[in-house]
């Protein structure tokens, strides 16, 4: 049982280390927020800045292919919704990110460690929505 826990745990463990290694570095050698949200609306804009951040935004696509090529298996995941609810709450986090200037990783993972006020309101905002939106589905099905 234990060694399954700790099976369960590690990749996770390794990703939340990668990700904050990651906004790290790109706050240190870009001086970058690590907002996806923002790095992704960013694409749109002309700028010198555009190259480095779809390099990040790539990173963090091949991150499954290279789990897969080191661990020789795609990482594990179940989504239990249908389509129309994946599509459904991929426009009301667009819209939620738009509307809080930042999504979870810029707030979350980058404000919260600066201690932003912003920030904390924002992740406080994410998690009683998604509380809210559990419960609302689940009262529903």
Do not use: K
């Amino acid at each position: 049982m234990r060694g399954r826990a700790m099976g369960t745990y590690l990749p996770a463990l390794a990703g939340g280390l990668l990700i904050g290694l990651s906004a790290t570095l790109l706050l240190l050698l870009n001086g970058r927020i690590a907002g996806i949200s923002g790095l992704v609306a960013g694409l749109g804009r002309p700028g010198a800045r555009r190259w480095t951040d779809a390099a990040f935004l790539l990173g963090l696509a091949l991150g499954p292919p290279l789990f897969a090529l080191l661990a020789g298996q795609w990482p594990q995941m179940r989504i239990a919704a249908g389509l129309p609810v994946l599509a459904l709450a991929g426009l009301l986090v667009g819209f939620g990110t738009r509307l809080g200037s930042g999504c979870t990783s810029g707030h979350g993972v980058c404000g919260l460690a600066r201690l932003s006020p912003r920030s904390i309101v924002a992740v406080l905002v994410f998690l009683a929505t998604g509380m809210l939106t559990v419960a609302a589905v689940r009262g529903l099905a």
